[in-house]
């Protein structure tokens, strides 16, 4: 019987790690541990909970059902499962996730030398997406490529930056701006929402999987185990990153005036405090995380789709990998706006299922609580979509707008709770199958 060595484990782990860590886990963290200045403690911590523990929560609930989202939205039926599903691996594929990567690190890594005109962008979107193609085509070979290889030198230059976060800031810390006054948790909480790391959980739970069956793995229980145990590596590298970040942030108001994202204040703090060979470790780190996730993301996209529609991997992975390209060069400023709503709409999906899929032991009939929770989520969250978006519905927006937590987008939470409870007790309460 196979088995992963302690050197094959701790790569798998250091992919794991390179796959989530993207533009959105790089780049938000600085502007939010600005924001939340003195509040720092309960803001990171609530980041903590949606960029990291949720993220592998829903790894452990993927491996516990032995499969990928299919497995996971099996209750809620084949059709509403492969339209979340879909919804899902489109954001963070063609959409969203993989556009960010390749124009993050442009405008972090890139522009401080290049200039940001829209042919820079374009030439080195084109090289950054031909990059990743290249790898997307071996998708076997993501341990040795990623784990191996990129990971090593993407850890030494985060820690060379974080420890310079902590031990070089820009200036004292701020005092808290916005929600972070009253809120500092709950907006720490929906910050983490942009890190799109608990949707990312549900495409990479499955890359993960086939790359430790990849070695001659097989056996289920040990490949449940190795995911769990890569996730746990790769949840407290995160974590380490984020809270640096973070700190990074709070201490450089004195250069954040004009900044429109996290990545011009991050940018800005390697310069003040490294110049130009700062700005070069700035560049590694930047494209490094953003080219081993986009990679990721094409081949679980690939993978998913070319199973649902029944075309060659190669041929999937090729179309979405132009489909980034386009959408890239749109900007990152404009691509985190354009997110904002479809990720305040879709998380609240991805959270309920994840709880009630670690939860399956209590429902007799799974069917019975899946499928009504969900419904009553996905209303409710798009609800919370909408006014992210500002798109009003008249009498409805203000019914959902009355709702408790509904002022910070979370006005999902009351009423899948109550479903949640309604429906337990009616699948306990009823006797036998009832579903189709």
Same mark, same amino acid.
């Given at each position: 019987?196979?088995?992963?060595?302690?050197?094959?484990?701790?790569?798998?782990?250091?992919?794991?790690?390179?796959?989530?860590?993207?533009?959105?886990?790089?780049?938000?963290?600085?502007?939010?541990?600005?924001?939340?200045?003195?509040?720092?403690?309960?803001?990171?911590?609530?980041?903590?909970?949606?960029?990291?523990?949720?993220?592998?929560?829903?790894?452990?609930?993927?491996?516990?059902?032995?499969?990928?989202?299919?497995?996971?939205?099996?209750?809620?039926?084949?059709?509403?499962?492969?339209?979340?599903?879909?919804?899902?691996?489109?954001?963070?594929?063609?959409?969203?996730?993989?556009?960010?990567?390749?124009?993050?690190?442009?405008?972090?890594?890139?522009?401080?030398?290049?200039?940001?005109?829209?042919?820079?962008?374009?030439?080195?979107?084109?090289?950054?997406?031909?990059?990743?193609?290249?790898?997307?085509?071996?998708?076997?070979?993501?341990?040795?490529?990623?784990?191996?290889?990129?990971?090593?030198?993407?850890?030494?230059?985060?820690?060379?930056?974080?420890?310079?976060?902590?031990?070089?800031?820009?200036?004292?810390?701020?005092?808290?701006?916005?929600?972070?006054?009253?809120?500092?948790?709950?907006?720490?909480?929906?910050?983490?929402?942009?890190?799109?790391?608990?949707?990312?959980?549900?495409?990479?739970?499955?890359?993960?999987?086939?790359?430790?069956?990849?070695?001659? @793995?097989? +056996? !289920?229980?040990?490949?449940?185990?190795?995911? $769990?145990?890569? &996730?746990?590596? %790769? #949840?407290?590298? *995160?974590?380490?990153?984020?809270?640096?970040?973070?700190?990074?942030?709070?201490?450089?108001?004195?250069?954040?005036?004009?900044?429109?994202?996290?990545?011009?204040?991050?940018?800005?703090?390697?310069?003040?405090?490294?110049?130009?060979?700062?700005?070069?470790?700035?560049?590694?780190?930047?494209?490094?995380?953003?080219?081993?996730?986009?990679?990721?993301?094409?081949?679980?996209?690939?993978?998913?789709?070319?199973?649902?529609?029944?075309?060659?991997?190669?041929?999937?992975?090729?179309?979405?990998?132009?489909?980034?390209?386009?959408?890239?060069?749109?900007?990152?400023?404009?691509?985190?706006?354009?997110?904002?709503?479809?990720?305040?709409?879709?998380?609240?999906?991805?959270?309920?299922?994840?709880?009630?899929?670690?939860?399956?032991?209590?429902?007799? @009939?799974? +069917? !019975?609580?899946?499928?009504?929770?969900?419904? $009553?989520?996905? &209303?409710?969250? %798009? #609800?919370?979509? *909408?006014?992210?978006?500002?798109?009003?519905?008249?009498?409805?927006?203000?019914?959902?707008?009355?709702?408790?937590?509904?002022?910070?987008?979370?006005?999902?939470?009351?009423?899948?709770?109550?479903?949640?409870?309604?429906?337990?007790?009616?699948?306990?309460?009823?006797?036998?199958?009832?579903?189709?």
């Amino acid at each position: 019987m196979a088995r992963l060595n302690h050197s094959d484990l701790l790569a798998l782990g250091f992919m794991t790690f390179a796959l989530f860590l993207g533009a959105g886990n790089i780049i938000f963290p600085p502007l939010a541990g600005l924001q939340a200045g003195a509040h720092l403690l309960p803001a990171a911590i609530g980041f903590l909970i949606t960029a990291v523990g949720l993220p592998l929560l829903t790894v452990v609930a993927l491996a516990r059902v032995g499969g990928g989202m299919p497995a996971l939205t099996a209750p809620l039926g084949q059709r509403a499962g492969t339209a979340l599903a879909v919804a899902v691996y489109l954001v963070i594929g063609p959409l969203f996730a993989t556009p960010r990567a390749a124009v993050a690190s442009f405008e972090i890594g890139i522009s401080p030398f290049s200039g940001e005109g829209t042919l820079a962008l374009s030439v080195y979107s084109g090289v950054f997406f031909l990059v990743v193609w290249a790898l997307v085509l071996f998708p076997g070979r993501l341990i040795d490529m990623v784990g191996k290889l990129i990971t090593p030198v993407l850890i030494v230059a985060l820690i060379l930056l974080g420890a310079a976060g902590l031990h070089l800031p820009a200036g004292p810390v701020a005092l808290p701006q916005g929600d972070y006054v009253a809120q500092p948790l709950l907006k720490g909480f929906l910050e983490g929402y942009l890190t799109m790391d608990a949707l990312g959980a549900l495409v990479f739970g499955i890359v993960i999987a086939t790359a430790v069956r990849d070695r001659g @793995v097989f +056996e !289920r229980r040990l490949v449940t185990r190795y995911s $769990v145990i890569a &996730v746990l590596i %790769a #949840a407290t590298a *995160l974590a380490l990153v984020y809270l640096s970040l973070f700190y990074l942030g709070a201490g450089s108001a004195v250069l954040a005036q004009g900044a429109s994202n996290g990545g011009e204040l991050l940018t800005r703090y390697v310069q003040h405090t490294f110049g130009t060979s700062g700005l070069l470790l700035l560049a590694v780190v930047i494209v490094l995380a953003c080219l081993t996730t986009a990679v990721g993301l094409m081949t679980a996209c690939g993978e998913y789709f070319g199973e649902l529609l029944g075309q060659p991997y190669r041929r999937v992975a090729t179309l979405f990998v132009l489909m980034s390209l386009l959408i890239s060069n749109v900007g990152l400023t404009q691509l985190i706006q354009f997110s904002i709503p479809v990720l305040m709409g879709l998380y609240p999906l991805a959270i309920m299922l994840v709880v009630l899929s670690l939860a399956d032991g209590l429902w007799r @009939v799974p +069917e !019975r609580v899946f499928r009504p929770v969900m419904t $009553v989520t996905c &209303v409710f969250g %798009a #609800a919370d979509g *909408l006014n992210a978006a500002g798109i009003g519905l008249g009498v409805t927006t203000r019914l959902f707008q009355s709702l408790p937590l509904a002022d910070v987008t979370m006005g999902w939470v009351l009423p899948a709770a109550f479903t949640l409870v309604v429906a337990a007790v009616l699948d306990r309460w009823r006797d036998g199958p009832d579903v189709g």
